[in-house]
């Protein structure tokens, strides 16, 4: 007989260099202090989305191995507005902001807003707005460079598509989709 195993929420363990830092944001991402506090460590118990986060301070650690395999991490929402209520929460807690409208990523167009914790590690909460058939790659074709600092989303394998702007989508019930992108705004990852 097979046995069902219902997670309450995933954890996520990371190294930080400073966890004094790393627990000032974080507290401002998800809206809620530390559950448990030590020398060297923090864990959070969020709600919503379901999540453990476990910071451990490892300087020496962060930014090589398992730590620099990280490519990003991510909140998926249900819709536009509640990236956009995002967004205005994460830049009110003074956090700085990126906001990416209709962007070709993953083999979809998302909405999303991104941050940056204390060591670089690039966080997003975005929401699916057209998503590709399945098995179908979305063809890109590119009308001037990716421009911003690096993105964390590859657009397919090997392929750095680089941030985007989608300027228009087609037939996304066809096998492929087929977009039309441009550099993103100034500012924007």
């Given at each position: 007989?097979?046995?069902?195993?219902?997670?309450?929420?995933?954890?996520?363990?990371?190294?930080?260099?400073?966890?004094?830092a790393?627990?000032?944001f974080?507290?401002?991402l998800?809206g809620?202090g530390?559950?448990?506090?030590r020398?060297?460590y923090?864990?959070?118990?969020?709600?919503?989305?379901?999540?453990?986060?476990?910071?451990?301070?490892?300087?020496?650690?962060?930014?090589?191995?398992?730590?620099?395999a990280l490519?990003?991490?991510?909140?998926?929402?249900?819709?536009?507005?509640?990236?956009?209520a995002?967004?205005?929460?994460?830049?009110?807690?003074?956090?700085?902001?990126?906001?990416?409208?209709?962007?070709?990523?993953?083999?979809?167009?998302?909405?999303k807003?991104?941050?940056?914790?204390?060591?670089?590690?690039?966080?997003?909460?975005?929401?699916v707005?057209s998503?590709?058939?399945?098995?179908?790659?979305?063809?890109?074709?590119?009308?001037?460079?990716?421009?911003?600092?690096?993105?964390?989303?590859?657009?397919?394998?090997?392929v750095?598509?680089?941030?985007?702007?989608?300027?228009?989508?087609?037939?996304t019930?066809?096998d492929t989709?087929?977009?039309?992108?441009?550099?993103?705004?100034?500012?924007?990852?």
């Amino acid at each position: 007989m097979c046995e069902v195993i219902v997670m309450a929420r995933v954890q996520l363990a990371l190294n930080v260099s400073d966890v004094d830092a790393a627990v000032e944001f974080y507290s401002k991402l998800f809206g809620v202090g530390p559950a448990k506090r030590r020398p060297g460590y923090a864990n959070f118990a969020v709600d919503v989305p379901p999540l453990k986060l476990v910071l451990i301070e490892n300087p020496d650690a962060r930014g090589s191995g398992v730590a620099g395999a990280l490519n990003h991490l991510g909140v998926e929402v249900e819709t536009t507005d509640e990236v956009t209520a995002a967004t205005t929460r994460l830049a009110g807690a003074g956090l700085e902001t990126a906001v990416e409208e209709n962007t070709a990523c993953c083999y979809a167009v998302q909405d999303k807003v991104w941050v940056d914790d204390p060591d670089g590690a690039p966080w997003e909460v975005y929401t699916v707005l057209s998503d590709v058939v399945d098995g179908s790659v979305p063809t890109l074709r590119m009308v001037g460079p990716g421009g911003g600092p690096g993105s964390a989303c590859a657009c397919g394998p090997g392929v750095d598509c680089g941030p985007a702007t989608v300027d228009t989508v087609a037939d996304t019930t066809a096998d492929t989709v087929e977009v039309a992108i441009g550099p993103a705004p100034a500012g924007v990852r």
